[in-house]
């Protein structure tokens, strides 16, 4: 199969070709965050947070997408349930984010333990790296459950989710991989993209719909 010469030198040389597909597919991953949160409305995390998580979903691949998801949602409960339990002490917050980590991660262990003794053997032998990211999640979520309350950060926490799976299928996607495989300059068009969004100044689609009995009264 047929790559762009640079492409082609880049593997003679010795670099891994997934290795290269995935780091020109993480500047269109961040541009498809980007899209979401500019003109669709869609705030997640940032923009590093699902981004980051796309590509530890990718991770979990030999393993199956169910155990990225079911990771993603034991980390956001047990996160929340730490900082519930943690509160009543009154403890500092970069303390409490290393027990709400520490908690965290022994709560992981534990369901690689209980997947192991099920004979889930993809789940147990999950690789550690996408785990790390998974669980660094956790401070971003109580982070964010100080600072703008349960409600938000769960929404917040849905919707990188949300952004994160789309990542995951378009990164999936082989048809696409094998274009900017061939054609690698079409990654460079995502900085033209990225500053006809930073020069946006339109409403949102989140927005029509949010003030779309507004929009029924002005008409």
């Known amino acids: 199969m047929l790559y762009h010469p640079f492409i082609n030198f880049m593997v003679e040389q010795g670099v891994p070709l997934q290795t290269i597909a995935l780091l020109l597919m ?10 979401f949160r500019q003109v669709i409305g869609i705030k997640a995390f ?7 998580i796309t590509f530890a979903l990718i991770a979990f691949d030999p393993n199956g997408l169910k155990y990225g998801i079911a990771i993603f949602i034991s980390v956001i409960l047990v996160g929340m349930i730490s900082r519930y339990i943690l509160k009543r002490f009154r403890i500092l917050y ?4 290393a027990m709400t980590l520490s908690i965290v991660s022994l709560s992981i262990l534990s369901i690689l333990v209980f ?12 690789d550690i790296f996408p785990l790390l990211i998974m669980i660094t ?4 979520f109580v982070a964010t459950q100080i600072e703008k309350g349960n409600r938000m950060a ?5 919707e990188t989710l949300g952004i994160s799976l789309v990542g995951y299928f378009l990164i999936r996607w082989d048809g696409l991989i094998l274009f900017v495989l061939r054609f690698p300059w079409v990654v460079l068009l995502t900085f033209v993209i990225n500053f006809s969004l930073g020069k946006w100044t339109g409403l949102r689609i989140a927005e029509y719909i949010r003030f779309r009995k507004i929009f029924k009264y002005i008409q």
């Open 26 to 35: 993480l500047p269109v991953v961040a541009t498809m965050v980007a899209f």
């Open 46 to 52: 940032g923009i590093y947070t699902p981004s980051i």
């Open 115 to 126: 997947g192991g003794i099920q004979h889930r053997t993809g789940l147990a032998s999950v």
């Open 94 to 97: 970069l303390p409490r984010v």
């Open 154 to 158: 769960f929404i917040l926490a849905v």
């Open 137 to 140: 999640i956790a401070e971003k």
